[in-house]
C-alpha cells in the first residue's frame, strides 16, 4: 500500500496539478493585492470610496453588506480579465501560430513505381545483410 501511494504521488499529473494550485493560489494573491491596493484607490478617485466593503443596509436585526460583494465582484473580474489577457491569449496565440505551421508543412511528394520498386529492393538487400550478421 506505501509502494502504491508513493507511485501515486510521484505520478507527473499529481506533482504538476499540485503545482499549478500553489501557483494560481500565489497569482491570485498578487492580483488581489494590486486589485485591493492599487486599482481600488483608481476607483476611489472617482467614485470616492476606494473599498465598497462598508456600503451596507439592515432589516431589523440583519445586516446585509452589499459593498464586500461588490468590491469581491470588482476584484473577481479584475483577476479574470488579466487571466484572459495575459494567459488564455497568449496560449491561444501560441496554439494558432502552431497549427498554421503545421497547415503550412509541405505534404510529402508521392513515389514513383519505379523508386518504390527501388526502395523495396534496398529494404531486401538491408534484410539479407542483418540475416548474414
Known amino acids: 500500500m506505501v509502494k502504491e501511494f508513493r507511485d501515486f504521488i510521484l505520478r507527473g499529473n499529481v506533482v504538476d496539478l499540485a503545482i499549478a494550485v500553489m501557483l494560481g493560489t500565489a497569482f491570485a494573491t498578487v492580483v488581489g493585492s494590486f ?19 462598508g456600503l451596507d443596509f439592515s432589516i431589523g436585526d440583519t445586516v446585509f453588506t452589499y459593498g464586500a460583494f461588490i468590491t469581491d465582484v470588482v476584484a473577481f473580474l479584475i483577476l479574470a480579465a488579466v487571466l484572459f489577457f495575459f494567459v488564455v491569449k497568449p496560449v491561444n496565440m501560441l496554439l494558432e501560430r502552431r497549427k498554421k505551421e503545421a497547415a503550412a ?8 513505381p519505379a523508386a518504390e520498386r527501388l526502395l523495396e529492393e534496398l529494404r531486401i538487400a ?8
Open 35 to 53: 486589485t485591493e491596493n492599487i486599482l481600488m484607490n483608481v476607483i476611489a478617485l472617482f467614485g470616492g470610496q476606494p473599498n465598497f466593503r
Open 105 to 112: 508543412a509541405p505534404a510529402p511528394v508521392p513515389l514513383s
Open 126 to 133: 538491408l534484410k539479407d545483410l542483418q540475416n548474414k550478421n
